[in-house]
């Protein structure tokens, strides 16, 4: 593996009520998270392949040890995101190449599906910077009640030459969804959006 | 006798294989539980809160077997532990110590009789408070390899009339451990200090 890993943390949330109502099934998601080392830290690289490389190393390890968090086949998983948070000694291109070119086919091949544009967010920051992952439904991007964010957070991660590295994952859209929109029975599931 | 609402429940679990040092041959693994309840005492002073204490037991069980699920399964592996609350802004420092026997106890009975005090912290604090959980080792309290803490917090929780519960376990020492004490090895295990 060219990713040099620091630490893995996975996250898993499960939220059984909402304003005291009950949310059964509980809706439940997983973010696994890598802290690497940036090798391109501290320097201007015009080149971002080792990157990209890596990117579609943690594509799969991520989403592996996400879906694996939740206890659920691959293919039961229902929405998705990225995000990456490079340390001050990084560009935000850096995380880009981490997230854009490579890492979202392996994501695919792991959850047998995806046709929607995984959606992603990326910023520089300090350890401990908070990280929020955009949620989107895999197969439709429209479907609104899984439109959400999954905060992730690691109190010693990025340092100045790491990259934070997160894939959330999820079996269901927000507790308690009911502002309309396309729902997920009506996915056709051609086009990535409707 | 109070119902204890469950509104959310968290798994964090850390892989951690170097902090700029060696790559450790096994990597050191945290893992935090985490519920969100009601507080069944917020907005108001009330004088007898004991009985909650009991209430509480069954659900910090299930937790303690989710963190011994959550590092693999077997509880030998565990080597470190603590716990820790965050009442909500409506509650009293007092409602986080309702924590201290039912955490205490439910990881003593999953580890099979672990002989060191839980190590514990409490605090009032809004949504997204985050808390450092002190971790000892759980048989001799003065290992001084095994002393750790672990961050955890939830981005919604604690409302005001909330509180998070928290857990702790983890399977070794820090992952770069040098600075002498008491070894995890010379363990008498008489007294639950050394």
Request: charged share 25%.
């Amino acid at each position: 593996m060219k990713a040099k890993i620091r630490k893995i943390v996975t996250f898993v949330e499960e939220t059984h009520t909402e304003m005291g109502r009950a949310v059964d099934p509980a809706t439940r998601r997983a973010a696994a998270v890598a802290v690497i080392e940036n090798p391109l830290a501290g320097k201007y690289v015009e080149d971002l392949s080792e990157l990209m490389t890596i990117g579609e190393e943690l594509g799969e390890l991520l989403t592996q040890r996400a879906v694996a968090a939740l206890g659920i086949a691959g293919s039961s998983a229902e929405s998705y995101g990225k995000a990456a948070a490079v340390g001050e000694n990084g560009e935000l291109e850096h995380a880009a190449a981490i997230l854009h070119p490579k890492l979202g086919t392996p994501v695919r091949r792991v959850l047998g599906k995806g046709a929607a544009l995984i959606p992603s967010s990326k910023k520089r920051g300090g350890p401990g910077v908070v990280i929020d992952i955009p949620l989107g439904h895999k197969d439709a991007a429209y479907v609104r009640s899984h439109f959400d964010g999954m905060e992730v957070r690691i109190n010693d991660a990025p340092r100045a030459n790491e990259i934070v590295v997160a894939i959330a994952v999820t079996d269901s859209g927000r507790p308690l969804a009911r502002v309309g929109g396309l729902t997920k029975d009506q996915i056709k599931g051609e086009d990535g959006l409707r | 006798m109070h119902e204890v609402q469950v509104r959310k429940k968290l798994i964090f679990v850390e892989e951690i294989f170097h902090e700029g040092g060696p790559r450790a041959s096994t990597p050191l693994r945290r893992a935090a539980a985490m519920a969100v309840i009601h507080n069944p005492f917020a907005g108001r002073y009330v004088e007898k809160i004991e009985g909650f204490m009991d209430d509480l037991k069954p659900l910090g069980l299930e937790m303690a077997k989710s963190l011994v699920a959550a590092l693999g399964g077997d509880p030998k592996v565990v080597e470190g532990y603590g716990k820790g609350a965050i009442v909500g802004s409506a509650g009293e420092l007092e409602h986080g110590a309702l924590w201290h026997v039912p955490g205490g106890y439910a990881m003593r009975e999953v580890l099979g009789g672990a002989k060191a005090i839980v190590a514990s912290t409490k605090k009032v604090g809004g949504p997204g408070t985050r808390l450092d959980v002190p971790i000892t080792h759980i048989n001799a309290s003065y290992v001084r390899s095994h002393f750790d803490a672990m961050e955890v917090g939830v981005s919604d929780a604690p409302r005001a009339d909330e509180i998070v519960l928290a857990l702790v376990m983890t399977t070794g020492a820090r992952v770069h451990a040098r600075v002498g004490g008491l070894k995890a090895s010379e363990i008498k295990g008489e007294d639950g200090l050394r």
